[in-house]
């Protein structure tokens, strides 16, 4: 489980558990939830925190966020649907349905950053990572929650291999991964 300081390793794994299709931009809190499970070094929730801080894709979702207008109008336009607002804290307002529906936008909005034109391809993979990263809510990703164990991501490797193994096990297979998509 502990995860030696190796090259970029710990870069590499970031990237697989935040920039992958599989992992659609989750937030720090449930990038550390999810890569906990499997992986540990020395100040990894602070490595993660500034990974994901530096992240331009979350910038620009964090930005558009903010404001119904740019990118998510011309998301809703292209799909056909209408934008009501709602106001915060009104007793109508379902906070959990909110928080959920809100979560699912903001991946939305990194697939559309990340994918352009093709992100409507990518629709299962949002539902995917979605699914099987950590709700605060639940103490637990819905899949795992489900099913008792967690789905298997290229995150997920067995840890069985240690020292110079495992890093060379881990870079061909992210290699691997990356030539398949």
């Not at 720090?28 to 499997?38: F, G, P, T, V």
């Not at 994901?52 to 894709?57: E, F, R, S």
């Not at 489900?146 to 789905?151: R, S």
């Amino acid at each position: 489980k502990l995860l030696p300081c190796y090259g970029n390793l710990r870069a590499l794994i970031m990237h697989e558990s935040h920039k992958s299709k599989y992992s659609v931009h989750p937030c720090s809190d449930k990038m550390y939830q999810d890569l906990k499970q499997l992986y540990w070094w020395h100040n990894m929730k602070a490595d993660i925190a500034t990974y994901v801080i530096k992240c331009l894709t979350c910038l620009r979702v964090k930005a558009e966020h903010q404001k119904p207008s740019g990118l998510l109008r011309a998301f809703k336009k292209a799909l056909g649907t209408r934008l009501d607002m709602s106001t915060s804290y009104h007793p109508e307002t379902d906070g959990q349905s909110e928080r959920t529906i809100q979560t699912i936008e903001d991946m939305l909005r990194a697939c559309v950053i990340d994918f352009g034109n093709g992100w409507e391809r990518h629709l299962p993979l949002v539902e995917f990572s979605y699914n099987n990263s950590y709700h605060a809510s639940i103490k637990a990703a819905p899949f795992k929650a489900l099913y008792g164990c967690k789905c298997r991501s290229p995150v997920c490797w067995d840890a069985q291999l240690t020292g110079p193994e495992i890093i060379q096990e881990t870079t061909e297979k992210i290699v691997q991964i990356k030539q398949r998509l």
